[in-house]
Nanobody, 122 residues
Framework: QVQLVESGGGLVQAGGSLRLSCAASGRTFRTYTMGWFRQAPGSEREFVAAISWGGGSTLYADSVKGRFTISRNNAKITVYLQMNSLKPEDTAVYYC???????????????WGQGTQVTVSS
């Protein structure tokens, strides 16, 4: 079992930055790919970014490339999402999740956090 708790969401103006954190517990954290997803009202949950268990491989959605950076600290059992140059269309609930497979499809992810709200005003 892996438990995930996100934090760091909030209200920010367009062009601003936020850093999300996801604290994990569970003995197998270090072997999981970690991903960030988001879901806006009325929309499906969409992939944002993922990072391999060792941190050497990352994957980003086209919509966030060059603006968002995913990283992890296995010693602290935490994964981060640094979000810069935020846009109103980035507004959503952001979730972190773990996967033994990795990749973009949400169905590949086994454990999910409760989410943190990010709101970007224009």
């Amino acid at each position: 079992q892996v438990q995930l708790v996100e934090s760091g969401g909030g209200l920010v103006q367009a062009g601003g930055s936020l850093r999300l954190s996801c604290a994990a517990s569970g003995r197998t954290f270090r072997t999981y790919t970690m991903g960030w997803f988001r879901q806006a009202p009325g929309s499906e949950r969409e992939f944002v970014a993922a990072i391999s268990w060792g941190g050497g491989s990352t994957l980003y959605a086209d919509s966030v490339k060059g603006r968002f950076t995913i990283s992890r600290n296995n010693a602290k059992i935490t994964v981060y999402l640094q979000m810069n140059s935020l846009k109103p269309e980035d507004t959503a609930v952001y979730y972190c999740a773990t996967s033994s497979e990795g990749g973009m499809p949400p169905l590949r992810y086994d454990y999910w956090g409760q989410g943190t709200q990010v709101t970007v005003s224009s």
